[in-house]
């Protein structure tokens, strides 16, 4: 797609300093995080999807909260942006931030964050699909720091074709990492049988 044309647009002699834009010959969001890493020599390091809005304050208090003793991974609170999405979109979006709510864990809010130590215990990015679940794989919950700044902002899939995208990505992701990935099926029953009592259209 067009995301290094839109960047590079960004750079010029009155843009953004201290910046670069890098591009691969093929696909690979696991391959463009190695490549950045390769260049990097700074820490604290954010991974970020493109599809999220992340704040300068948030970034800057994350990279706070990584400097407290015992904390190797950080990421922002959260939330759903369902401006434009169909009606099933919605619903769909509405009912998995009640299975699965944004605010627990370091997966799923298409950022995270780490120290120096935190990238050690990473050892670099396989190939994977889910990294962001893959990287929550490495950290006990006492070393994540869920920060309260301003939330990243996560676009809900805007279509049912898109949410079905997303679903196949995640269920992919999950394959990968096999028995190190944990099972939610018996959770998500019982979620979705407690949304049925608030709204069965949801569930």
């Known amino acids: 797609d067009d995301t290094a044309s839109v960047a590079r647009r960004h750079l010029g002699p009155h843009g953004l300093r201290h910046h670069r834009v890098l591009e691969l010959p093929q696909a690979s969001k696991p391959a463009a995080?190695?490549?950045?890493?390769?260049v990097l020599g700074v820490f604290?390091?954010?991974?970020?999807?493109?599809?999220?809005?992340?704040?300068l304050r948030a970034a800057l208090d994350v990279a706070s909260a990584l400097a407290r003793p015992g904390v190797l991974a950080a990421r922002p609170v959260a939330i759903m942006d369902t401006h434009g999405a169909a009606p099933l979109a919605r619903r769909y979006a509405r009912a998995r931030a009640r299975?699965?709510?944004?605010?627990?864990a370091l997966w799923g809010a298409g950022v995270y964050?780490?120290?120096?130590?935190?990238?050690?215990r990473?050892?670099?990015?396989?190939?994977v699909t889910a990294?962001?679940?893959?990287?929550?794989?490495?950290?006990?919950p006492h070393e994540v720091a869920i920060v309260t700044t301003d939330p990243v902002v996560v676009r809900a899939p805007r279509s049912l074709g898109g949410v079905l995208a997303v679903a196949r990505r995640s269920q992919r992701g999950r394959r990968e990492l096999g028995a190190d990935a944990p099972s939610t099926a018996l959770s998500t029953a019982r979620a979705?049988?407690?949304?049925?009592?608030r709204g069965p259209l949801d569930a």
Not at 33 to 38: F, I, N, Q, S, T
Not at 44 to 55: E, F, G, H, K, T
Not at 99 to 104: F, G, Q, S, W
């Open 131 to 140: 990294d962001d679940l893959w990287a929550t794989l490495q950290f006990a």
């Open 99 to 104: 299975i699965e709510p944004l605010n627990t």
């Open 113 to 120: 964050a780490v120290s120096a130590a935190g990238h050690a």
């Open 122 to 127: 990473l050892g670099g990015h396989p190939d």
């Open 44 to 55: 604290p390091r954010l991974y970020v999807d493109a599809d999220v809005q992340l704040s």
């Open 192 to 197: 979705v049988a407690r949304t049925a009592g």
């Open 33 to 38: 995080l190695r490549l950045a890493d390769a």
